[in-house]
T-cell receptor
Framework: GAGVSQTPSNKVTEKGKYVELRCDPISGHTALYWYRQSLGQGPEFLIYFQGTGAADDSGLPNDRFFAVRPEGSVSTLKIQRTERGDSAVYLC?????????????FGPGTRLTVL | KQEVTQIPAALSVPEGENLVLNCSFTDSAIYNLQWFRQDPGKGLTSLLLIQSSQREQTSGRLNASLDKSSGRSTLYIAASQPGDSATYLCAVKEYGNKLVFGAGTILRVKS
């Protein structure tokens, strides 16, 4: 596709449930990033991948959050035992490669609501 | 820890007015600074990217400046239009490749 795509666009779940959020990066982009945006705030970094490996997961808030990118393309962000505080928009971005000059391109986000 | 602050938090102006949005950051060790636009319920659209070695970038009615030593950037919008209404986010890229964002300025341009 032409841009970064994310599915689903909206997800409503109940407290305690497990959710998976998917990101399809721009074709050929080797670096992939996840950010979380709470209401009225700017996005906050969660994790980024270079290829299949997580190069920096320092932004994951706790061990309920986990992300994978098994083939170096599509990535899935997994949240276990969801809490109401997890409600936010989860944004994915990709860049051609890792490096300071590589611009990140963002997807439309997945709005997660935990009831 | 890098902190990015944007002022004002919200701004309402009549159509045609020139305006300035402000962004400040606490650690000058950045690779670049980027301004984004976000429409309600949408993702981020990149407007301008200024490398750390640059002083400004221009695109159409938009001009962004960067003073790395003082930790400040401004986004200047000329002849504002109702279609400019959106949230404007400033982000710095620091070592480690991640972006650190401000909370944004909500702009409303009235017709």
């Amino acid at each position: 596709g032409a841009g970064v795509s994310q599915t689903p666009s909206n997800k409503v779940t109940e407290k305690g449930k497990y959710v998976e959020l998917r990101c399809d990066p721009i074709s050929g982009h080797t670096a992939l990033y996840w950010y979380r945006q709470s209401l009225g705030q700017g996005p906050e970094f969660l994790i980024y991948f270079q290829g299949t490996g997580a190069a920096d997961d320092s932004g994951l808030p706790n061990d309920r959050f986990f992300a994978v990118r098994p083939e170096g393309s599509v990535s899935t962000l997994k949240i276990q035992r969801t809490e109401r505080g997890d409600s936010a928009v989860y944004l994915c971005a990709s860049s051609f490669s890792y490096g300071k000059d590589n611009e990140q391109f963002f997807g439309p986000g997945t709005r997660l609501t935990v009831l | 820890k890098q902190e990015v602050t944007q002022i004002p938090a919200a701004l309402s102006v009549p159509e045609g007015e020139n305006l300035v949005l402000n962004c400040s950051f606490t650690d000058s060790a950045i690779y670049n600074l980027q301004w984004f636009r976000q429409d309600p319920g949408k993702g981020l659209t990149s407007l301008l990217l200024i490398q750390s070695s640059q002083r400004e970038q221009t695109s159409g009615r938009l001009n962004a400046s960067l003073d790395k030593s003082s930790g400040r950037s401004t986004l200047y919008i000329a002849a504002s239009q109702p279609g400019d209404s959106a949230t404007y986010l400033c982000a710095v890229k620091e070592y480690g490749n991640k972006l650190v964002f401000g909370a944004g300025t909500i702009l409303r341009v009235k017709s």
